[in-house]
Every structure is written in C-alpha cells, then in structure tokens.
C-alpha cells in the first residue's frame, strides 16, 4: 500500500516539476504591426529600410531631397530621420531592437 503511494506521489511531484519547468513564466512575443502606430490621417509616409545608411545617402546625393528640403514638411520629416539616425549610432541595444525592420514615419497634414 505504502509503495503504491509513494509511486503515485513521485509521479505526481516528478509532472509537476516538468510541468513548472515547461511552463513557467512564458514569453508570449506576438508580431507587430508597424502600420498600427501609423494615423489614418496621415498626408504622406515614408518607409524607410536600414534607415541608418538609406537617409545619409538619400540627403547627401539626392536632388530631389535638395529640392524638398525648403517645404515645411520635408524639414520636419529631416529633423525626425537625424534624430532616429543619432539614436541608431549612439544605442547599440536600439539598433539591435530595430533589427532589419524599416523605419515608419508618417506626415501629418495641418489646417
């Protein structure tokens, strides 16, 4: 009777510790939606791939950056990629948050 119990015990103990080992404090890590954050309002938004080098050459060597560079919008959305390119070079850990994702910047129309 005793080894009966004792068997059952054991059993019971040894599923509980593989249960809490298998189990315990779990990660639940879902896929998010960059577009989410993205307002439905917004004018324009840029998708922007390895922003770290794409905008330092799309700045340095485009004529069209040169152009747009003297509308309102086009300083904003400067202002907010050197921003994120600071960060980017100066955080290891946030470049390595970023990964390979792009970066999302939306233009919001004012008025």
Known sequence: MRRVFLVILLIAVGGAAVWTVLR?????????????????QAAVIFEIPD?????DRFTHSSLLWHSWE?????????????????????????????????????LLRTG
Do not use: C, K
């Not at 315990?24 to 439905?40: L, M, Q």
């Open 24 to 40: 315990w404090d779990p990660v639940h890590t879902g896929n998010a939606d960059p577009w989410a954050a993205i307002p439905d």
């Open 51 to 55: 922003p770290y080098r794409t905008w």
């Open 70 to 106: 003297t509308e309102q919008g086009a300083a904003a959305l400067g202002v907010a990629m050197s921003m994120v390119a600071e960060r980017i070079g100066s955080d290891p850990a946030f470049r390595e948050a970023l990964g390979t994702d792009p970066v999302l910047i939306a």
